[in-house]
């Protein structure tokens, strides 16, 4: 699966770090696009080069991070619907996460200006779509609950752990083992020993 190097140039690049450190540090609404020149040490016409708005930042800064989901839903499509298939994808999915932390935090911190900018609708259709992924067609409500929480446990967890003492790598690793676990449960073995019949079983 491919990483965000698919941005174009550096340049491009730079602009879209320092702006998403600044939207962190004193809000999307109290940031312009001059002080993020300024912070570049660049003038407006070369930041209006790559990006008109600020919303143009926003924007590209959320296909850069799809790109890997929308890739990562095409593999799990092609596989078999195997418990091993849903772990994998799990396993897959916290590594696009891993990239692209600084944006989905700002999403989690921003969610009026991620739906005034019609992102959020893109990424909730990527959430559903994986959801089908992880549960079994005909799943009882509570296993598919499991899936929907093992998905957004991996996004509130890395939020909400940020100002939780340990090692990221840890926490990260435990956010994970939580997922996988939540749809290990929801996706019991196929192959059940067969409950035994309670006229068979009876003593005679």
């Known amino acids: 699966m491919s990483t965000p190097q698919a941005r174009r140039g550096n340049t491009r690049q730079r602009i879209q770090d320092v702006?998403?450190?600044l939207f962190s540090e004193q809000g999307y609404?109290?940031?312009s696009l001059r002080e993020?020149?300024?912070r570049l040490e660049v003038t407006k016409a070369a930041l209006y080069y790559h990006f008109k708005t600020k919303e143009d930042i926003v924007i590209?800064?959320?296909q850069d991070a799809t790109g890997p989901?929308?890739?990562l839903i095409t593999w799990a499509d092609g596989q078999p619907r195997t418990l091993q298939t849903k772990q994998e994808l799990i396993r897959r999915y916290s590594e696009s996460l891993r990239s692209a932390e600084p944006l989905f935090r700002?999403?989690?911190e921003n969610q009026a200006t991620v739906r005034d900018l019609s992102i959020g609708e893109r990424f909730k259709e990527q959430m559903l779509t994986l959801f089908g992924l992880l549960k079994e067609p005909d799943a009882e409500l509570s296993d598919q609950v499991r899936c929907l929480t093992a998905l957004f446990s991996m996004h509130a967890g890395m939020f909400a752990m940020q100002n939780v003492e340990g090692d990221p790598e840890e926490k990260r690793k435990a956010i994970l083992e939580v997922a996988t676990e939540l749809v290990t449960a929801a996706n019991p073995p196929s192959r059940r020993p067969a409950r035994p019949d309670s006229a068979q079983t009876a003593s005679p």
């Open 19 to 21: 702006a998403l450190a």
């Open 29 to 31: 609404d109290k940031t």
């Open 36 to 38: 993020i020149a300024e």
């Open 60 to 62: 590209s800064l959320f």
């Open 69 to 71: 989901i929308d890739e």
């Open 106 to 108: 700002f999403m989690q």
